[in-house]
């Protein structure tokens, strides 16, 4: 077991049904660490990630945030920690559309029992660091692809999460827009030592990352660093 990782899977098995998603993958990130996962349609990266999360539950296997296991917490103490201490930035945002910019910001902290005038302060803080200053109180459907997915990523950092998961968060962006998102997404990680577990098909994404992680047939390999 790493001593020195922030999260990590150690030998993660898990299915769906009779299909097998994860085969005995081993992964570990270290605090401040960007990595790729990739892999072909299916391999489980997805799954990957969901378990490292502690959205899903491995059927055998460990995941550990911070030295603690993440499998044994019951289903209330998993949602704490994932409100908490990971973000989430998904391919389409999963905005919510009957909200304002700044009410879909500033949800996870009004979630977080954080009080009203502190909480839209500091969406409009992490609004301002992703260049959306004046855009708080339009609706969501009135803003392009990379505005979206820019609120997206303030919304998962605004209670500056150790763990930043990502699952193919410029899928739905063409290349352009997704370079700029993405420069923008590494800007703030890094200034912030947030860690990031990003799953990704795309080689230009992925070239982002500190290290690339391979998952082929559920199991997971460190293919070197990656780099820009």
Not at 124 to 148: C, F, I, N
Not at 192 to 200: K, Q, R, S, W
Request: charged share 25%; proline share 3%.
């Amino acid at each position: 077991m790493s001593t020195n990782m922030l999260i990590e899977a150690v030998d993660v098995h898990r299915s769906f049904g009779t299909t097998p998603a994860l085969t005995g993958a081993s992964v570990a990130v270290a605090a401040g660490e960007v990595v790729a996962v990739m892999g072909p349609s299916g391999s489980g990266k997805s799954t990957l990630l969901h378990c490292l999360a502690g959205i899903y539950l491995p059927d055998s296997g460990e995941v550990r945030f911070d030295g603690s296991r993440v499998d044994g917490l019951n289903d209330t103490a998993r949602t704490r920690l994932r409100r908490t201490a990971f973000g989430f930035v998904f391919q389409f945002g999963q905005l919510v559309p009957e909200l304002t910019v700044a009410d879909n910001v500033a949800l996870p902290l009004l979630l977080g029992k954080v009080r009203r005038k502190e909480a839209y302060a500091r969406a409009e803080e992490w609004l301002d660091r992703l260049g959306l200053s004046g855009l708080g109180g339009r609706r969501t459907g009135e803003l392009s692809g990379g505005q979206a997915q820019r609120v997206a990523i303030a919304r998962a950092l605004v209670t500056r999460p150790r763990v930043l998961f990502a699952d193919e968060p410029t899928g739905s962006l063409d290349s352009l827009t997704g370079e700029q998102v993405m420069d923008e997404l590494m800007n703030v990680v890094r200034a912030e030592g947030t860690a990031v577990v990003l799953v990704t098909h795309d080689a230009r994404v992925a070239s982002y990352a500190d290290r690339e992680i391979m998952v082929r047939d559920g199991k997971a390999l460190t293919v070197g660093a990656v780099g820009r």
